[in-house]
Nanobody, 120 residues
Framework: QVQLVESGGGLVQAGGSLRLSCAASERTFSNYAIGWFRQAPGKEREFVAAISMSGVTRNYVASVKGRFTISRDNAKNTAYLQMNSLKPEDTAVYYC?????????????WGQGTQVTVSS
């Protein structure tokens, strides 16, 4: 499975913005759909957003629609999650995952992810 590394997290005030990056280790990145997930303390990991191989299809969880935008640059083997109007409830560790479709996103080792902390 493609190896992924997240970056771009940090501490931001409510209403602020961050852009997360998900870098892949191989040139077949364009053959995978990519998704973002997050896990808050004491909660299960939840789906946030996904983008198809071509970038045409994008899906979002209801709580981030209109605030987050998922995108990808296949030439750079990187996907992004632009997060605007951040809220304290967006605080979580964010992870990316890959799959043949947006419905089959998975990751053998979720790793450390990237921490996003939104202060009120």
């Amino acid at each position: 499975q493609v190896q992924l590394v997240e970056s771009g997290g940090g501490l931001v005030q409510a209403g602020g913005s961050l852009r997360l990056s998900c870098a892949a280790s191989e040139r077949t990145f364009s053959n995978y759909a990519i998704g973002w997930f997050r896990q808050a303390p004491g909660k299960e990991r939840e789906f946030v957003a996904a983008i198809s191989m071509s970038g045409v299809t994008r899906n979002y969880v209801a709580s981030v629609k209109g605030r987050f935008t998922i995108s990808r640059d296949n030439a750079k083997n990187t996907a992004y999650l632009q997060m605007n109007s951040l809220k304290p409830e967006d605080t979580a560790v964010y992870y990316c995952a890959a799959g043949r479709t947006t419905a089959t996103l998975a990751r053998d080792d979720w790793g450390q992810g990237t921490q996003v902390t939104v202060s009120s």
